[in-house]
């Protein structure tokens, strides 16, 4: 028992002079648990969370979880999702880029139903505006820092950065984002709005019609329940009929009468290649894709 005590203060100590010189190996600075007001909360507004897909037997939060021995972005994510990442770059060059991919991934293939994240605030980096804004249906930010638990916490309290909850969920209908407050020591929630992103639409005359919304990049996400032309136009490229093929076979799109029906959300590389999908045929997406 005093082993076990010498240890975990050493490993505390350890931790405080990495804070102030930043010689802590990799591996040790992730061992942080969720506040707990905090983690009831987002479970009882998002979940019951099913999988704690980044824990260790001593901090997770569910009664399944996936730990470093068994490679959790390996995995399948199914049900209702919670994770807190690791937040520095791992041995193997992952880092939180990987698990934003991941949870998103996860949610867009109809695999988990809800990826609840816990992610420092680093909104400068790339995958929050090429996932995480256009994709998260709520972002949770707290008032005040976070103060983890756990074996390397911090002397003094809270985390030195803002904390950050994004969440990707199938169960989501609006076309906008959730933006909520919540306090960071009694989980209370404080505010929530939606903000809308812009939504386009394109109707043709035989009554197809699809709703869209711009990303990063010139991209272009086509919303479900959109509908399309089931008949390809003869003059159609035949490589962008392959790719809409795929769309039916993985049940992406499916037939409904004389139409097609978009089943989920698909991102395509271009406002036209949006277009084309939904009349097969050539299109121009920039002049079709209007208020």
Known sequence: MVKDEDEEEERRRDFQNWNKNNKMPLSDKNDFRTPEAVFRSLDEKFGPFTLDAAA????????????????????D??????????????????TIKDWVEKAWESVKSGIAETVVMLIPGYTSNYYWHNTIFPRASHLVFFRGRLDFTGPNQRAGGASRQASISVVFSQAWKGTG???????????????????????????????????????????????????????????????????????????????????????????????????????????????????
């Open 56 to 75: 260790s037997n001593e901090n997770t939060l569910t009664k399944k979880y996936f730990d470093i021995e068994v490679n959790s972005l390996k995995q």
């Open 177 to 291: 984002m959730q933006v909520l407050r919540m306090c960071n020591r009694s989980g209370a929630w404080l505010t929530e709005e939606t903000f809308d992103r812009e939504v386009l639409k394109l109707k043709l005359k035989n009554g197809v019609e699809a709703f869209g919304q711009k990303l990063e990049d010139n991209k272009f996400v086509v919303l479900a329940g959109s509908t399309a032309n089931n008949e390809p136009r003869p003059s159609w490229r035949r490589s962008q009929v392959k790719a809409r093929k795929k769309l039916i076979d993985e049940g992406v799109l499916e037939e409904d009468g004389d139409k097609l029906v978009f089943k989920t959300n698909v991102t395509f590389n271009s406002p036209s290649g949006a277009a084309a999908a939904v009349r097969a045929a050539a299109s121009n997406g920039n002049a079709l894709w209007v208020n």
């Open 77 to 94: 994510w199914k049900g209702k999702v919670w994770c807190n990442p690791p937040y520095v770059r791992q041995k193997d060059g992952t």
